[in-house]
């Protein structure tokens, strides 16, 4: 092929929607994309309004690439809460400011729904009144109809990329203007600017007009110090993305959650591990690379991250991951719930409404039985001890917001028990640092021995698991008590770091498992994810509970060598002290152009030793 040949091909695949390869940050052509947006850029920085227009013209662009067709669907969802906005604002009666809002949350909430939820709709309707409806792809319909073809597949919904993102920021704008908390933006091009930003368009941080509106108009600005933060950002995610997670996802943990009975205990237990791993420095490194594109272009985005896995506790552990998405919950689920103050209408709704989801995704109506009658038992605890209310619709509402915030990543029993166990260790850690150390003690003294003898009398490798963690707290928990009865509290704040380890160990252990059953539901159709991903669990569950051949032990280490390096020299950066991770951050940032220049040439010599034949799509992108 030519060079005309070779250029029109390049510009083909620049131009052109590739369903099988959407623009990712790990490409090459998401890099040439940025080149030309950032060559471009250079002529509008200093002007605001042709600035905005001009990114808001390339996020359309990188939407149409990533996602094809349903950039009509974000620019509908971008003119309308526009509008809504503004109406609102001129609306002085509040009864009608609560209903326009409410209509309007309904609107986006239904379009986010519908293409989330409409399965899991779906097959609820058909077996509670034994219809045998299929889902129909209203959107392709049209689609059909408007370009007077058939090339709009109906039969099949499609999950949008990044449609939970920027659905989130639109309802947090809408509900802000609501509240007053910021005026509506009156020029559309800087709204739509807002709400399809690229860099963090598809798969967070969520940002509220807030925080991102009032650096619309602000003078471009890219002090020498910023530039070099923002090339730190951009290889730090790479080196996250490419060496840790994509390392670990290709050379183990897809393998071993495809197919956990061909592998051992231990190699089902090292996947769960190094999946949580993948999982952050997916999720994170994606983070990175936003704010670092963001910021070569004077804006800013909030933190996403801050180190979670050196949480000492599960409440702690939701404070450092995903932070935006954990403000948004608390801000409009978790609060207008009733937070700490009580129990609401939209509590109890809430707690029926996940009895009869629960009993669906199951299959079992028991399940709606035991949630019905566990919450009369929490009420009447709360009607018979007023001084406990207060701490129980406090437990009651993060439990909700916990449990919708795993359906809020599919509509599948694996995300509901996800969401549900982080909600049952947050309720636990909030009990468990109101007791005494003897009161501890005994406490986890029973559940070990009730958990030991369940093993003898009903043999199971779930009770195995469960055993052997409960032990290990156990025996935490008496080393905790001996310490702090023989040692002067003087001597107990040297070893203070001792303590604090144990604390994030267990947190780190406790979390993990739960991603069991996260990653289970995960990368599924939609129309099969209930049951093959309760599957995988379960055959996860048995091999790790299953009796170990330890005389094997020596050579699955060997064999696995690579990944296990990588995973322990993961785990060791992220425990790194964070001003360690500041201090070189700032030294990068500081060095001379052509020494960041041949760190950056190094490094990305490192990452193409690690880059798989077939790059791999991040992994909140399916949410």
């Known amino acids: 092929m030519n060079l005309w040949g070779l250029i029109g091909e390049f510009l083909k695949n620049l131009f052109a929607f590739d369903q099988a390869h959407p623009l990712l940050f790990t490409q090459f052509y998401f890099w040439a994309f940025f080149a030309l947006v950032f060559a471009g850029f250079s002529f509008f920085h200093s002007k605001p309004l042709l600035r905005n227009a001009y990114l808001f013209a390339c996020s359309l662009f990188f939407y149409y690439k990533t996602s094809g067709v349903f950039l009509v669907l974000l620019l509908f969802v971008i003119v309308y809460n526009y509008l809504a906005a503004l109406l609102l604002h001129r609306t002085r009666r509040e009864w009608l400011r609560s209903a326009l809002t ?151 943990c897809d393998r071993v959650f495809e197919n956990p009975l061909l592998y051992s205990g231990f190699e089902n237990l090292s996947a769960l591990f190094c999946y949580s791993l993948q999982v952050y420095a997916d999720f994170s490194g994606y983070t990175d690379i936003a704010t670092g594109v963001a910021l070569l272009m004077g804006f800013y985005l909030p933190q996403n991250f801050n180190s979670p896995y050196k949480a000492e506790n599960t409440q702690q552990f939701w404070r450092r991951w995903h932070m935006t998405l954990s403000r948004w919950l608390r801000d409009y689920l978790y609060i207008p719930l009733g937070g700490n103050r009580n129990a609401t209408a939209g509590t109890y709704i809430i707690i029926a409404a996940v009895a009869v989801i629960g009993s669906f995704l199951s299959g079992s109506w028991w399940v709606a039985v035991a949630v019905f009658a566990l919450a009369a038992g929490i009420g009447l605890w709360a009607w018979k001890r007023p001084g406990d209310r207060k701490l129980i619709t406090t437990n009651i509402n993060s439990m909700n917001t916990m449990l919708l915030g795993g359906l809020w990543h599919g509509a599948s029993w694996n995300f509901m028990i996800w969401g549900g166990l982080n909600g049952i260790g947050m309720v636990i850690y909030k009990v468990w640092t109101k007791r005494s150390m003897l009161q501890k003690l005994l406490i986890i003294t029973f559940f070990t021995a009730v958990v030991g003898l369940l093993r003898r009398l009903t043999p199971a490798p779930v009770w195995n698991l469960f055993y052997v963690w409960l032990l290990i707290i156990w025996l935490g928990t008496v080393v905790k008590g001996l310490y702090k009865a023989v040692m002067p509290g003087s001597d107990r704040a040297s070893v203070r770091w001792l303590s604090r380890a144990w604390d994030i160990f267990q947190t780190f252990v406790f979390i993990t498992f739960t991603r ?38 020596p050579d699955m280490i060997w064999q696995h060598r690579a990944v296990l390096l990588v995973f322990v020299a993961g785990m060791l950066i992220h425990w790194l002290p964070e001003r360690l991770k500041r201090r070189y951050r700032v030294v990068f940032s500081r060095l001379p152009l052509w020494a960041m220049g041949t760190v950056v040439v190094l490094l990305i010599v490192l990452i193409y030793q690690f880059i798989t034949s077939d790059l791999q799509s991040f992994i909140y992108f399916q949410f």
């Open 516 to 553: 069991l059953f996260f990653r289970s539901g995960s990368n599924l159709d939609p129309a099969l994810a209930n049951e093959q991903a309760w599957n995988t669990a379960k055959n996860m569950v048995n091999q790790m509970g299953s009796p170990w051949n330890l005389s094997l032990l």
């Open 102 to 252: 409410a209509f309007s949350v309904t609107v986006d909430l239904g379009l986010l729904a519908y293409f989330k939820y409409a399965y899991f709709l779906t097959d609820f309707v058909n077996k509670l009144l034994g219809l045998s409806l299929q889902v129909h792809d209203v959107l392709g319909e049209w689609l059909n109809v408007l370009t007077g073809t058939s090339a709009f597949r109906v039969d099949v919904i499609i999950l949008p990329v990044g449609i939970s993102f920027f659905t989130f920021q639109a309802v947090s704008y809408m509900v802000d203007v609501k509240r007053r908390k910021i005026e509506p933006v009156r020029n559309f091009l800087d709204f739509g600017f807002y709400l399809s930003f690229f860099p963090q368009l598809v798969a967070g941080p969520i940002v509220r007009a807030s925080e991102f509106i009032s650096q619309l108009h602000k003078p471009y600005s890219l002090s020498r110090r910023w530039f070099g933060l923002a090339i730190f950002w951009i290889m730090n995610g790479l080196l996250k993305k490419l060496i840790l997670a994509d390392y670990l996802a290709v050379n183990f």
